[in-house]
């Protein structure tokens, strides 16, 4: 009974595990050393000298007129873009953008002036002149400056607990306004210099933001928001969103209730609402309801479902703008059915002024004006990065965090509020292929029309409407509150984060909120290292063993391959350092794409050239694309590798116990150790290339379909025991064991990287990425967002990688959150010698020139929370 028990199991279990390859064998074969013992037999003695700190100053302290046209493009990018402006290529998409953008921005200027706390027309001032100065000093064709609903109900937070405490200190306006129906408050935003009071505050917070921001900048202190998780923004931007519906719920049921400031103020006015509740207005109510239901029709059945055939999504907004207000002028909505509309505004242009009175002011409010520029800073770099990554060119985080700093300090003397990105307008500017920055110009175009000449036109403009449009606007954030669920899956430390943040932001305030998620992230970071270091690994022959490759003298890499070491765990605080390092250590398939579409470019730029001459076109050189001329390169090196490897170890060779073990990757993966059989086999389409120890050689085999899986030998290359074979070759294949990187990039008069052809194809060599990952035992959503993303670009670019050492309780981590459904099961291995050993029996895959495709929005939309404000 236990034989036949023991039997049946073994039975269950072999017929549930993958099929063995025996060509994917891993042979260990060396003797125990401890780490002193084998770091005094190659550890350098002595480290690689740096020069002088002085003498590194004085190379870097030069002037000629190419370092300054860089300095200039660099701050000013403008300069650059109208100098090589390529009209015939981007005049159209910049206008079509450009204009479609500045149509969106109507109905969000109208409805973020009132979500702000000021005057309506300081959200139209808001959507022209921030546009203006990003296109001066902004480095992104696809960010659409000017309002955002979280940065308007974070600048009313400050702007009402200013404005009520200097409303308390002056008894007079309490008497004027002593006759309000239900209460003071909303008549007192009807008093005028109240109103001029909040627009010099919300000016103030404006200018003293930005100017952070452009310290920030020129400082290069931007790396600061590395350190607030996905777990914090998503908690935030979530409650953030729940107070943005609240304080739009009286003006979407008509009722006139206080404006609320300070803690708990979210529970004060849902119980002035209720209280008031009986009065509610019905027109009003039919009237955001429509908006809601009108405009969530045409995005969820309209624009989304055909997003990929219309020229550019429907701006529902404008159009319900446009007919609440014919309906609401030709019913007489306020004088029939007493709803309020906005009212008349001026349909001028004001002229600059400093705001004094709020600068006198400024340290009341320096610690809320800091909050802002970190949140615009973090929110609009991550829609540019996202942007950049689509279109395949690269965003300066400093000139970024400058750019956004002069948007709000210069814009603030022109009675603007805090601006910030819109994912909306971005998104739509990105779909449309916006070329420059210049695209900003015909957006604000339209919004100069729209105070000038159309802005009249919207006296009878409901406000319950525009109450509606940002309220059906946070459909995503609220989706977005069920994410908790997955932080407490992914780890305990996300959830923490989540958790305070949501919960203190809700029943407290934003400001608050938002300071006790900040406090209990750096908590958390306390816990984490912070100094990652990653490093590439190289084998030593003799050894066999995997260590640092600059650090060992006779560490050589295998050719084809990258196996990259990060020292660390894999979490929000170091998410981007660890793709990073990644990336400078090993290849970054962005530039390879970047590279390979700008040489496919030259080839056609070529080739039509030549046709108007007469000529014939110019052969394509296939070898960097395909990696034709790579393959026998590539295998020959790796026989060549794998007979030193094993040649050194013959002489350690005993009679050992037989053993068999048979291991698989995440139920998928298999290969098998056979210590007593000292072989090393590369499977290729039923061919191989077995490495004999005892005669130092190779031999192609052919398989024997007969014989049920026997191989014999068919012919025999002895390159390294007689000694034959060319001399040159064999230099050759030796030195292409080590790859370098692409550490010598050379740059154009213009900025521009250029790379040879020889260059290119160093990185094309590069067919596997190997990531050692037994270091990280802790990764939260940020690391595994950051590893699937990683996955899909190597991909894109015809790169595998492989995780190697990944433990129980990260691959737990990984399954919560989505990883698997982006990284196969079959990349996952239990050591890094075994990913080694499936992947250099791998080759270069070719690439076409179909392929180079810029990054799809699915690979591009890494911070998912940006997109769904």
Not at 173 to 185: D, K
Not at 469 to 490: A, N
Request: charged share 20%.
């Amino acid at each position: 009974m236990d034989n036949n028990g023991v039997q049946m199991s073994e039975k269950r279990r072999r017929s549930s595990c993958p099929v063995i390859n025996l060509e994917s064998a891993v042979n260990v074969k060396r003797a125990a050393q401890t780490q002193v013992q084998f770091d005094e037999l190659h550890l350098k003695q002595q480290k690689d000298e740096k020069p002088p700190l002085k003498d590194r100053v004085c190379s870097q302290v030069y002037c000629d007129k190419k370092r300054s046209w860089k300095i200039l493009t660099s701050y000013i990018p403008v300069v650059r873009y109208i100098r090589y402006y390529k009209l015939k290529e981007f005049a159209v998409p910049d206008v079509f953008a450009g204009l479609t953008v500045g149509i969106l921005h109507i109905p969000q200027a109208l409805a973020f002036g009132a979500l702000t706390s000021v005057k309506v027309e300081n959200g139209l001032f808001t959507s022209v002149w921030p546009v203006l100065l990003y296109v001066l000093f902004g480095t992104s064709a696809h960010v659409s400056m000017g309002t955002s609903a979280v940065i308007c109900i974070l600048t009313a937070a400050t702007v009402d607990r200013l404005g009520q405490g200097w409303a308390a200190e002056r008894p007079w306006l309490t008497n004027m306004t002593s006759g309000g129906v239900n209460g003071t408050a909303m008549l007192l935003d009807e008093v005028p210099e109240y109103l001029d009071y909040k627009e010099e505050i919300a000016m103030g917070v404006a200018f003293v933001s930005g100017l952070m921001m452009i310290g920030l900048g020129l400082f290069k202190l931007g790396f600061i928001t590395f350190y607030l998780s996905e777990s914090f923004f998503t908690a935030f931007t979530s409650a953030a969103a729940v107070h943005i519906g609240t304080s739009q719920m009286s003006s979407m049921l008509g009722l006139k209730i206080q404006r609320f400031a300070g803690v708990g103020k979210i529970i004060y006015t849902y119980e002035a609402i209720f209280s008031v509740i009986t009065t509610t207005n019905i027109a009003a109510l039919i009237i955001a309801v429509t908006t809601c239901v009108v405009i969530q029709l045409v995005k969820d059945c309209i624009n989304e479902r055909f997003k990929h055939k219309l020229f550019a999504p429907i701006p529902i907004e404008l159009f319900v703008v446009i007919f609440a207000t014919v309906v609401s002028y030709l019913g007489e909505f306020a004088d029939q059915f007493g709803v309020d509309v906005v009212g008349t505004f001026p349909n001028t242009i004001p002229p600059p002024r400093v705001p004094m009175r709020a600068l006198q002011e400024s340290p009341k409010f320096l610690v809320d004006a800091f909050i802002l520029a970190i949140l615009i800073f973090a929110n609009t770099i991550a829609m540019a990065k996202i942007c950049a990554k689509k279109h395949n060119y690269e965003v300066d985080d400093s000139q970024e965090l400058i750019a956004y700093g002069m948007c709000n300090a210069v814009s603030s003397f022109f009675l603007c509020f805090p601006s910030s990105v819109a994912p909306p307008r971005s998104m739509v500017a990105s779909n449309m292929n916006a070329r420059t920055t210049l695209c900003g110009v015909f957006s604000a175009a339209v919004m100069v029309c729209v105070i000038l000449f159309i802005g009249p036109l919207f006296v009878a403009l409901p406000k319950s409407a525009l109450s509606a449009i940002i309220f059906i606007s946070l459909k995503g954030l609220f989706v977005q509150i069920l994410d908790g669920r997955k932080f407490w899956k992914i780890n305990k430390f996300d959830f923490v984060i989540w958790f305070f943040t949501f919960f203190a932001t809700v029943f407290l305030d934003i400001d608050v909120g938002l300071g006790v998620g900040v406090a209990v992230s750096l908590i958390t970071v306390v816990f984490q290292t912070q100094f990652a270091r990653g490093y590439r690994l190289g084998k030593v022959a003799k050894d066999n063993v995997f260590v640092e490759a600059k650090r060992y003298t006779d560490a050589s890499e295998i050719p084809g391959l990258r196996i990259f070491r990060f020292e660390s765990n894999l979490y929000f605080a170091n998410a981007e350092i660890f793709r990073n390092s990644l990336y400078s250590k090993t290849m970054n398939p962005r530039k390879l794409l970047k590279f390979l579409k700008k040489r496919e470019e030259v080839y056609e730029k070529e080739t039509r050239e030549r046709i108007a001459q007469g000529l014939a076109p110019q052969q394509r050189r296939n070898s960097v694309m395909t990696g034709e001329n790579l393959l026998v390169n590539q295998r020959l090196s790796v026989v060549t590798l794998a007979t030193s490897d094993f040649a050194g170890s013959l002489t350690q060779l005993a009679a050992e116990k037989k053993r068999k073990v048979s291991a698989s990757s995440m139920d998928k993966a298999a290969y098998t150790i056979d210590e007593n059989r000292a072989a090393y086999t590369i499977d290729e389409n039923r061919a191989a290339y077995t490495i004999d120890e005892n005669r130092a050689g190779f031999s192609r085999l052919q398989q024997n379909k007969s014989d049920k899986g026997k191989s014999k030998s068919q012919d025999s290359l002895s390159g390294a025991s007689n000694g034959r074979g060319n001399p040159g070759r064999k230099a050759s294949l030796e030195s292409s064991i080590s790859i370098g990187t692409l550490d010598d990039e050379e740059v154009d008069d213009y900025g521009e990287v250029v790379i040879s052809d020889e260059k290119l194809k160093r990185m094309r060599r590069v067919h596997h990425v190997i990531i050692d990952c037994s270091p990280i035992n802790y990764m939260d959503a940020s690391g595994s967002n950051v590893l699937c993303h990683i996955f899909s670009e190597y991909a894109h670019v015809h790169v595998q990688v492989f995780l190697a050492g990944v433990s129980a309780a990260v691959r737990r981590a990984m399954k919560h959150a989505g990883a698997f459904d982006k990284i196969p099961h079959e990349n996952f291995f239990l050591e890094v010698s075994d990913a080694v050993a499936v992947a250099r029996t791998k080759q270069v895959e070719a690439l076409s020139q179909a392929e180079l495709e810029d990054f799809s929005d699915e690979e591009a939309e890494e911070d998912s929370y940006v997109t769904k404000m």
